[in-house]
């Protein structure tokens, strides 16, 4: 009797997650994976997507949802990634150990320690960081250990669902630019195609659990944060924090206290690690109300700054106070404050951000006649700008300010940096708002926002981008377009400019989203900061009208 599609299909996922069950390494998602066979056909639509594909391995490593199956993240597909990445580092030729570090998302520690088995399987070293740690301290390590490649099982400022596992190489393959940075194509591809060379994971080797570091590494991290600030400078400043329920707070408050300043007072309910994220809807600073209790407790306590950091530390936002209440300031604010900050310091080198950010900084650069590049979106591509980078940012609340010590986004080092320009400021009976409103006077107002469009069908954001490219509008806020590039193939993105504004338009690299990064440049006429910040912000809303036309979806989504 032949079977309609429906059974032909329940079929092929039916076997399908019981040849997965007979290699799964983790008795708990077998266990899980089973109860979802028990509970078909109800389960189909589940079956399927967690059968939908395995997760794909690219410059960000792997990011999903903690669940069993080959579309989820779990120890069946951490250790075949553990196993393609060590072949890849076999094949390549590189010796040194590879450090490990985790976050304290569901998952994280035996995330970790599967790798590290995988790792002492193949007879290289696998050093485990000694605890739940920020990523800029995995980064560091890295390098501190002149360690083969880094590991760090984590998943940002993902949902709490998620978990993800990042690769960091060291000098012997990533170079100087790359030592302690993210990996970058092709690297990816290969890793990937040595992971799907992976045969059965029952068969691959495992050893000994990991060498677990001493606290030594991370005093090691926090004497490189320290060593961004001069001693010397003032340091009375009240501030208040949050690690969002991540791993950053310890660290946070160690790093300022070192580097002399008085400890921070933390948001209560935030503080404690916890894989839940019970006060926030998404562990992200930039997302409405996720700082709301961070803002609350520096209106309390008359604060001078506020401090938001993501959940693994590698991002910092930063509040300012505002009139009689708190903004938080945009990523491309705080960027320009830093870099303006360190060039006034006597800070040499290349400046460095991406096509997205602001305009802003490539002004600073000329008139201040220091080097300046611009590179794709990413700190992977951020910190490969020079060999000489002396710091770098971009707009997504990610800064770069010690290069020597991290060669990646650092939230801990950003937040330390801030601390003492605000608390210098302060000595001199100024703030952060008022430095905004002098590099504006002097550079014009350049006002930043995003479009961001969430899809259900990926194929709306490749039609939105043939759209575009096809049919580019002639005229942004009633000025003609004096410049289409189409950023192809270098990356997925086109770049529209007019005397006053410039769009970037790109599909997200970790979500699914179409993203147009917005920006106007204002002049400001007779010091009247406050009115050109205005004008920008009515051009800014119309340009959002006018791009969300364009692009022929529906913002918001």
Not at 211 to 222: A, I, K, M, N, T
Not at 229 to 238: E, I, K, Y
Not at 516 to 538: F, I, N, Q
Request: with cysteine; net charge negative; hydrophobic share 45%.
């Amino acid at each position: 009797m032949n079977q309609s599609p429906p059974d032909r299909r329940l079929a092929r996922l039916s076997a399908a997650a019981q040849s997965w069950i007979a290699d799964d390494p983790d008795p708990a998602t077998a266990k899980e994976l089973r109860r979802v066979l028990d509970e078909l056909p109800d389960s189909a639509d589940d079956l399927a997507d967690r059968f939908a594909g395995r997760l794909a391995f690219g410059t960000a490593g792997l990011r999903g949802p903690v669940r069993a199956g080959p579309n989820g993240m779990n120890r069946a597909v951490v250790r075949a990634a553990a196993a393609g990445l060590c072949a890849w580092l076999d094949k390549s030729g590189a010796k040194g150990p590879v450090v490990i570090g985790y976050d304290a998302r569901y998952g994280s520690v035996d995330f970790a320690e599967e790798t590290a088995r995988v790792v002492t399987g193949t007879g290289r070293r696998a050093l485990m960081m000694p605890e739940p740690l920020p990523t800029p301290v995995l980064a560091y390590a890295v390098r501190a250990l002149q360690a083969v490649a880094g590991v760090m099982v984590t998943a940002s400022h993902n949902p709490p669902r998620d978990n993800g596992y990042k690769v960091y190489l060291g000098a012997e393959l990533g170079g100087v630019e790359g030592n302690g940075a993210q990996i970058v194509s092709p690297v990816d591809t290969e890793i990937e195609a040595a992971i799907e060379a992976v045969g059965r994971l029952a068969e691959v080797p495992l050893g000994d659990a990991a060498e677990l570091l001493d606290r030594s590494v991370v005093d090691g991290y926090l004497a490189g944060v320290a060593a961004v600030t001069d001693r010397d400078d003032p340091r009375d400043l009240d501030i208040v924090a949050t690690p969002m329920h991540g791993v950053g707070g310890t660290t946070l408050i160690e790093a300022l206290e070192l580097a002399g300043f008085s400890t921070p007072t933390l948001v209560a309910e935030q503080t404690r690690p916890d894989p839940a994220f019970p006060t926030v809807a998404f562990p992200n600073p930039e997302e409405p109300g996720a700082t709301d209790r961070l803002l609350n407790l520096a209106r309390k306590r008359k604060a001078d700054i506020a401090i938001a950091l993501d959940p693994d530390a590698d991002r910092c936002a930063v509040a300012i106070p505002h009139g009689e209440d708190w903004r938080l300031l945009r990523g491309d604010e705080l960027g320009i404050l830093l870099a303006d900050h360190l060039m006034r310091r006597g800070r040499e080198g290349t400046y460095a951000t991406t096509i997205v950010s602001s305009s802003m900084l490539r002004a600073l650069c000329l008139a201040r006649d220091v080097p300046y590049e611009e590179t794709l979106t990413g700190f992977k591509w951020i910190v490969r700008a020079s060999r000489d980078l002396a710091f770098g940012y971009e707009e997504a609340i990610g800064y770069c300010v010690a290069p020597g010590n991290v060669r990646d986004k650092d939230g801990i080092s950003a937040a330390v940096l801030a601390c003492e320009l605000a608390a210098g400021l302060k000595a001199q009976l100024s703030n952060l708002g008022e430095r905004l409103d002098e590099l504006a006077d002097e550079f014009g107002v350049h006002a930043t926002d995003q479009l961001s469009v969430r899809v259900e069908d990926l194929r709306e954001i490749a039609d939105a981008m043939a759209r575009l490219r096809a049919r580019p509008p002639a005229t942004l806020l009633d000025e003609p377009v004096a410049s289409v590039e189409d950023l192809l193939p270098e990356t997925d993105a086109m770049r529209l400019r007019t005397p006053q504004a410039r769009v970037v338009v790109r599909p997200s690299g970790t979500e699914p989203k179409l993203k147009a990064y917005l920006e106007v440049v204002e002049p400001v006429v007779g010091g009247e900061v406050g009115e050109a910040r205005e004008r920008a912000t009515a051009c800014l809303q119309a340009l959002r009208t006018e791009v969300a036309h364009a692009l022929g979806l529906l913002e918001g989504r």
